[in-house]
């Protein structure tokens, strides 16, 4: 390939890149290159807590971006649902994705909303613990005073 067709793609990428975030001038180009670093920082930061020692891959990235330029989280919150993973293996990013995407739909902004809720469902799930051991002891336990008439009532069966 010829160093002029090579600078055409390369100028034309940039061009491309620059239209699709609507740069038109020096401070909005500055702006994109703030972002682009805070969510790079972000990328590393949430590989690293993965214990990924490799890079990621381009759909894991695309993960990263869509919690945090779509769904607006913060690393804090996405923190919260790092460590609903600590009882996986193998945690995936769809896991992950999953956890995030619940908390977007119950429109959970704050970590403290995050927060909330977890404790929320904690609660939930221990009245529901209590309730099952409840329901499990409301029968009234058969009596058998004599054994004689059971064993004599199975060997008639």
Known sequence: MNAQLYIEIIFGAVADAWY????KTWSDLDM?????????TIKKSISKKLGLNRSLTQYEEAYIEKWIVDFGFSLDIIELALKKTTSKSNPSFDYIDKILCDWKDR????????????????VKKAEIKNLEKKSYN????RKYDNFDNLYANAQKA
Request: aromatic share 12%; hydrophobic share 25%; net charge neutral.
């Open 20 to 23: 699709k975030n609507n740069i």
């Open 32 to 40: 994109y290159y703030e972002k682009q670093e805070k969510l790079n």
């Open 107 to 122: 429109n959970l902004k704050t970590v403290n909303d995050v927060q909330s809720f977890l404790e929320q469902m904690k």
């Open 138 to 141: 409301n029968y009234e336990q």
